[in-house]
């Protein structure tokens, strides 16, 4: 074989080599793509989000109403940040609040859940706890004794709060979710768009994540 001739066949073969690598290169950027498209779906409540027949709201794996603090754990896949929160009067969680924190669950989406407590539960285990820290925007932060954070492990979610990690916009829920039963503006740039059918209200601000608060839908 002349020179001229394997020069030709070597060029022939690294051209067909190139247009695999290319192939290649594409499959894996669409594959992989897809897997965090659906990542971020499953982890912004796109998928799975419905109510049953009992009239409780599930969400990320989560059953509202229904599911303690321990199981919530287990299908996030997350350890929670367990505390007391003192909200100010005209606040709009005004009063105790027992909530537990996930700081970072699949592609770092972060979660709030709000447990199902009595008032005089709340009250005892505030008579337990760490002096109040109060952070700036007059919400104060009650740390729990050691055995109240093992005890309300047991204690059921009542309402969940999603803050995605990616952008949500209008066009986002409406694509999702449909249009919305009302869009009630909050003042300073922030806009909460209401869904009564599956108990969500997701507050979109320019300045701030977006949050999505899911509770159970009033039947």
Do not use: C
């Not at 796109?46 to 299908?75: F, N």
């Amino acid at each position: 074989m002349s020179a001229e001739m394997k020069a030709r066949s070597e060029s022939k073969r690294s051209d067909k080599m190139a247009l695999w690598m290319l192939l290649l290169v594409g499959i894996v950027t669409g594959a992989v793509f897809l897997w965090t498209s659906s990542q971020y779906q499953q982890s912004s409540g796109a998928v799975s989000t419905h109510v049953d027949d009992q009239g409780h709201l599930h969400v990320l794996g989560v059953t509202l109403g229904v599911s303690s603090l321990t199981q919530t754990e287990d299908i996030l896949q997350s350890k929670s940040d367990v505390a007391l929160y003192i909200y100010p009067e005209g606040h709009a969680k005004a009063g105790l609040k027992l909530e537990a924190f996930f700081p970072a669950i699949a592609d770092h989406t972060k979660v709030v859940v709000l447990l199902d407590v009595e008032d005089s539960e709340l009250q005892a285990i505030a008579m337990r706890g760490t002096v109040p820290r109060l952070y700036p925007n007059q919400v104060a932060r009650m740390n729990l004794a050691p055995d109240d954070v093992t005890s309300v492990h047991d204690a059921i979610v009542k309402e969940l709060t999603l803050i995605p990690n990616l952008n949500v916009t209008a066009e986002n829920l409406k694509a999702r979710f449909g249009e919305p039963d009302r869009i009630v503006s909050l003042g300073e740039g922030q806009d909460q768009y209401e869904y009564d059918a599956i108990g969500l209200k997701a507050v979109i601000s320019k300045e701030e994540p977006p949050e999505l608060h899911f509770s159970n839908p009033k039947m």
